[in-house]
């Protein structure tokens, strides 16, 4: 079993900075892709960033390139998502999850562990 806790959320002006963390534990292996997602009132669950635990390769939504930068820190177990020049747009429940394959995904239903879930709250 895999668990996922993110930290880090919070409140925050247009074109501030936050940056999210995705601490796991249990029985996470070195091939699991890792994800962040988001989901605003309403809406359905939308990918963000995702990337290898080994290896390192990065993908993001369009909407957030050049804006969120996904990193992970092996020793650490750990999962970044640091947030810049956020907009309000960007305000949602943050989700990290854990997939037991190298190869990641933009689809939730493919992820087989999920964290709580962060709020950050974007003002204009």
């Known amino acids: 079993q895999v668990q996922l806790v993110e930290s880090g959320g919070g409140l925050v002006q247009a074109g501030g900075s936050l940056r999210l963390s995705c601490a796991a534990s249990g029985r996470i292996f070195s091939s699991y892709a890792m994800g962040w997602f988001r989901q605003a009132p309403g809406k359905e669950r939308e990918f963000v960033a995702g990337?290898?635990?080994?290896?390192?390769?990065?993908t993001y939504v369009d909407s957030v390139k050049g804006r969120f930068t996904i990193s992970r820190d092996n020793a650490k177990v750990t999962v970044y998502l640091q947030m810049n020049s956020l907009k309000p747009e960007d305000t949602a429940v943050y989700y990290c999850?854990?997939?037991?394959?190298?190869?990641?995904?933009?689809?939730?239903?493919?992820?087989?562990?999920w964290g709580q879930g962060t709020q950050v709250n974007v003002s204009s």
């Open positions: 990337i290898r635990w080994t290896g390192g390769s990065t």
């Open positions: 999850a854990a997939k037991r394959s190298p190869y990641g995904s933009g689809d939730p239903v493919t992820y087989d562990y």
